[in-house]
């Protein structure tokens, strides 16, 4: 018997590469740069967006101009932005802007949460339910990534069991998602099919987002199991650009042309243009000086509308 298998129609993409594709980047990539890079999203049709991070710039320099790429963000209506925020002071910051969405991280293990922001995995996930809050109080959206939700690079694996009990506590402060990331590339398909699973039916009916890094070149194997778990938003990385200042080895995030080409081909929609993706990745190339690892812009699309 043909097994069945939970396929959906479509699929929401949130944009990483201006916050997580850029952070580990050792070039310091210019302000107006990094709001060309949202352009080429939103113009690729991408709605959904991680604009940066409201982090302390000696710690992440890249991130130093949080400010003024929310101030620069062009204005186009069912467009979201995200900014990212591990504690208080970040969400007032944020809060200060005009970016919609607040996204704050709690990590799965004491050591990695307290090299990563300074907290215990519990105080991370405390102080990630109130800001979640805070920004609710303000009339934002609020979301909660739970970080190496897959493994951890410095206590190693991790439980499932935790993850899904502090999926269900951070639900309690009604976040429009919760995300599973895994920071440092260590997942595999079976492992994401079934933590995906579990986290769904404990969240229900808040959506599960995905965050995968391809480390050891599983990233895109992964988004396709999570898909069919059930998991409803998938971030991606133009050109596959990222990696994480905290976790030694990470490599990019999944490249979005990459993601988008598999996506599309399977039928599932996703409403980005491949062609203006495969541009704007060709762009990013040549700001940060050097090739990306997505694989889409150097062998094409397929079919080729071009070829007779
Ligand atoms: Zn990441």
Known sequence: ?????????????????????????ALIVSTADKLKLIHAAIDAG???????????????????????????????DGVTYIGLVMNERGADRLLATRIHELGAVCVT????????????????????????????????????????????????EVAQDRVVAMARSAAEARPVEI???????????????????RVAEAIAPIPVRVHFHNT????????????????RTVDAALGGLGGCPFAPGAAGNVPTEDVIYMLQRSGVATGVDLDRLIQGAGWLSSVMEKPLPGMLGRAGTFPKASVQ
């Open 1 to 25: 018997m043909v097994p069945v298998v939970h396929r959906p129609s479509q699929i929401e993409i949130v944009e990483v590469g201006p916050r997580d594709g850029l952070q580990n980047e």
């Open 46 to 76: 991408i709605r959904r967006i991680e604009v940066t991070s409201f982090v302390n710039p000696r710690k992440v320099p890249q991130m130093a101009d949080a400010e003024a790429v929310s101030a620069g963000l062009p204005e186009r």
């Open 109 to 156: 293990t004491d050591t990695f949460a307290m090299r990563n922001q300074g907290q215990t995995s519990e105080e991370s996930l405390a102080v990630a339910k109130r800001i979640v809050g805070m920004a609710h109080a303000a009339g934002r959206r609020g979301q909660i990534t739970i970080a190496a939700s897959f493994g951890c690079p410095f206590e190693g």
């Open 179 to 197: 995300a599973l990331a895994d920071t440092i590339g260590v997942a595999v398909p079976a492992d994401v099919e079934r933590l995906v699973a």
């Open 216 to 231: 050891r070149n599983t990233g895109i194997a992964n988004v396709w199991a999570a898909v069919c778990a059930g998991a």
